[in-house]
Nanobody
Framework: VQLQASGGGVVQAGGSLRLSCAASGRTFSGYFLGWFRQAPGKERQFVAAIRLNGTTYYEDSVKGRFTVSRDNAKNTVYLQMNSLKPEDTAVYYC?????????????????????WGQGTQVTVSS
């Protein structure tokens, strides 16, 4: 499956953005989906994930501000980001894995995912 992330941009602190990740090549409905981000000089870190049944997981710093959702009919996963902070500035990546029977913790690990999008830049100004 090929993933294409979009929706990044420059926003002031307190603002909102919605990222999209569209998949092509295979139907999306059978994939576990995640969002990660990478700030300059830092490792890529987990942001959010969503199971096939819609169960969601979030990194602590984004809980209550970010929402991950999926639209299988459109082969798209979304990341709604509200109350953005300067520390949210990073390149955001979407990721996918087809078969997974592990824990929610496992969905927070980069190595769990087989497919990655190209990333979209989010910059939050103070």
């Amino acid at each position: 499956v090929q993933l294409q992330a979009s929706g990044g941009g420059v926003v002031q602190a307190g603002g909102s953005l919605r990222l999209s990740c569209a998949a092509s090549g295979r139907t999306f409905s059978g994939y576990f989906l995640g969002w990660f981000r990478q700030a300059p000089g830092k490792e890529r870190q987990f942001v959010a994930a969503i199971r096939l049944n819609g169960t969601t997981y979030y990194e602590d710093s984004v809980k209550g501000r970010f929402t991950v959702s999926r639209d299988n009919a459109k082969n798209t996963v979304y990341l709604q980001m509200n109350s953005l902070k300067p520390e949210d500035t990073a390149v955001y990546y979407c990721a996918a894995r087809q078969f997974y029977s592990g824990s929610g913790y496992g969905l927070s690990l980069r190595d769990t995912y087989d497919y990655w999008g190209q990333g979209t830049q989010v910059t939050v100004s103070s």
